[in-house]
């Protein structure tokens, strides 16, 4: 037998789906709270040492936090070769306005406390909002854009041709998305404030944060009800196999109204995602009232779970579907890299995602206990 039938092939293709999934909500669990403060700076923070201790409690942590972006983003290029394709492509002005926006952030962090001149300080702490809110804002644009399809086909020698435009994804349900996720990782930039500032910024911290996570929950319970009335989900009908060659077009699918809840009627315990999503946002809004400042984190990073894995399993087995050619759709089934390299990564993330969990938890460790005014008066030669 060869090694890497041990595991089916259909197997394989589900585990990396799952994986693909953890990664995504890696990045938004960790460097999301890190684009949360940055999208709250100009309201916990009123003049520069207050904004000095808000920088600082993300500032020693988030380019290990941005790894888990880096890793979802290898992951879609060996694990979906179609999909990074088609999305690179297709999202290409979006993506390239992230990176200059998360470009920003480190210059900021780097550069802002460089000179003791506040119009040079107050440019930067621009900077640094951009770099947490654009990425915020298009990260729920694109994923609108997923639930509504993308105007994509795929030619008979699956070359692809993107008919759309990057004003053509600033469409409504896309742009209420992007608000959620923009609440979303505003509320979870509130509660690790509480954590890890102290003093006003951390008070003001938990009152915005406060705000984020209602507007979590309205904004949650908006756009499932606006795709519910108004957005056509997807459907195959026929001609797939989950352990079936890397051809999309082997399928065929068809648009209704109800797909993308289909799922929730089939197999009921879905429904725990969605659940996760109001009930951690409800508990992370208690909980920033409430000062428990550790609890907070948790159910904020709840909600998030939640919210990320409700749109996983709302489209599942679709991973990327297309508005022009559904039958050019790219699913969990025949989308994927060969069973050899699934198999050959999956032993490789075995080994090293442990790793990489388990220095991450180290560093915070290390790194643990709270930042306030005297911190940045007794390390003001170093801190950022």
Same mark, same amino acid.
């Given at each position: 037998?060869?090694?890497?039938?041990?595991?089916?092939?259909?197997?394989?293709?589900? +585990?990396?789906?799952?994986?693909?999934?953890?990664?995504?909500?890696?990045?938004?669990?960790?460097?999301?709270?890190?684009?949360?403060?940055? +999208? *709250?700076?100009?309201?916990?923070?009123?003049?520069?040492?207050? %904004?000095?201790?808000?920088?600082?409690? &993300?500032?020693?942590?988030?380019?290990?936090?941005?790894?888990?972006? +880096?890793?979802?983003?290898?992951?879609?290029?060996?694990?979906?070769?179609?999909?990074?394709?088609?999305?690179? !492509?297709?999202?290409?002005?979006?993506?390239?306005?992230?990176?200059?926006?998360?470009?920003?952030?480190? @210059?900021?962090?780097?550069?802002?406390?460089? =000179? $003791?001149?506040?119009?040079?300080?107050?440019?930067?702490?621009?900077?640094?909002?951009?770099?947490?809110?654009?990425?915020?804002?298009?990260?729920?644009?694109? @994923?609108?854009?997923?639930?509504?399809? &993308?105007?994509?086909?795929?030619?008979?020698?699956?070359?692809?041709?993107?008919?759309?435009?990057?004003?053509?994804?600033?469409?409504?349900?896309?742009?209420?998305?992007?608000?959620?996720?923009?609440?979303?990782?505003?509320?979870?930039?509130?509660?690790?404030?509480? #954590?890890?500032?102290?003093?006003? #910024?951390?008070? %003001?911290?938990? %009152?915005?944060?406060?705000?984020?996570?209602?507007?979590?929950?309205?904004?949650?319970?908006?756009?499932? *009800?606006?795709?519910?009335?108004?957005?056509?989900?997807?459907?195959?009908?026929?001609? #797939? !196999?989950?352990?079936?060659?890397?051809?999309?077009?082997?399928?065929?699918?068809?648009?209704?109204?109800?797909?993308?809840?289909?799922?929730?009627?089939?197999?009921?315990?879905?429904? &725990?995602?969605?659940?996760?999503?109001?009930?951690?946002?409800?508990?992370?809004?208690?909980?920033?009232?409430?000062?428990? $400042?550790?609890?907070?984190?948790?159910?904020?990073?709840?909600?998030?779970?939640? &919210?990320?894995?409700?749109?996983?399993? !709302?489209?599942?087995?679709?991973?990327?579907?297309?508005?022009?050619?559904?039958?050019?759709? *790219?699913?969990?089934?025949?989308?994927?890299?060969?069973?050899?390299?699934?198999?050959?990564?999956?032993?490789?993330?075995?080994?090293?995602?442990?790793?990489? +969990?388990?220095?991450?938890?180290?560093?915070?460790?290390?790194?643990?206990?709270?930042?306030?005014? =005297?911190?940045?008066?007794?390390?003001?030669?170093?801190?950022?």
């Amino acid at each position: 037998m060869i090694l890497f039938e041990l595991i089916d092939y259909s197997v394989l293709k589900v +585990i990396w789906w799952v994986l693909l999934g953890v990664l995504l909500i890696g990045f938004a669990a960790t460097d999301g709270f890190d684009m949360g403060v940055a +999208i *709250l700076l100009p309201f916990v923070a009123k003049n520069d040492v207050e %904004r000095r201790v808000a920088i600082n409690t &993300i500032g020693p942590i988030w380019e290990g936090n941005q790894v888990w972006f +880096i890793l979802a983003g290898g992951a879609i290029f060996a694990a979906w070769p179609p999909l990074y394709a088609v999305s690179f !492509s297709g999202f290409y002005l979006a993506m390239f306005v992230i990176l200059a926006a998360l470009i920003l952030r480190p @210059v900021g962090f780097k550069y802002r406390s460089k =000179k $003791e001149d506040a119009a040079w300080r107050r440019n930067w702490d621009a900077a640094l909002f951009i770099g947490g809110f654009v990425p915020a804002l298009i990260f729920g644009v694109a @994923v609108g854009n997923v639930l509504q399809g &993308i105007p994509f086909r795929l030619t008979d020698e699956l070359r692809t041709i993107y008919e759309g435009t990057f004003f053509g994804l600033l469409n409504p349900f896309a742009l209420l998305c992007g608000l959620l996720s923009v609440a979303m990782l505003t509320m979870h930039g509130g509660a690790w404030l509480a #954590v890890k500032a102290g003093g006003i #910024v951390a008070e %003001r911290g938990r %009152r915005y944060g406060s705000y984020a996570a209602l507007a979590t929950i309205l904004l949650f319970a908006l756009n499932g *009800l606006v795709l519910w009335l108004t957005v056509k989900g997807y459907r195959i009908v026929d001609g #797939v !196999s989950p352990n079936m060659p890397s051809n999309p077009l082997f399928k065929t699918v068809t648009r209704d109204g109800a797909s993308w809840f289909s799922n929730y009627t089939a197999y009921p315990w879905m429904t &725990i995602a969605p659940a996760l999503g109001f009930v951690g946002a409800a508990g992370a809004f208690i909980g920033l009232r409430g000062r428990s $400042e550790l609890v907070t984190f948790f159910f904020s990073k709840l909600s998030v779970l939640g &919210i990320i894995s409700t749109v996983g399993l !709302s489209m599942f087995p679709f991973i990327l579907p297309s508005s022009i050619d559904p039958n050019s759709s *790219l699913t969990v089934w025949d989308s994927a890299s060969s069973h050899a390299t699934l198999f050959n990564m999956l032993v490789a993330t075995v080994i090293f995602l442990p790793i990489v +969990i388990a220095y991450t938890l180290w560093v915070y460790r290390m790194l643990w206990g709270k930042v306030d005014e =005297k911190t940045i008066e007794r390390e003001h030669k170093t801190s950022y």
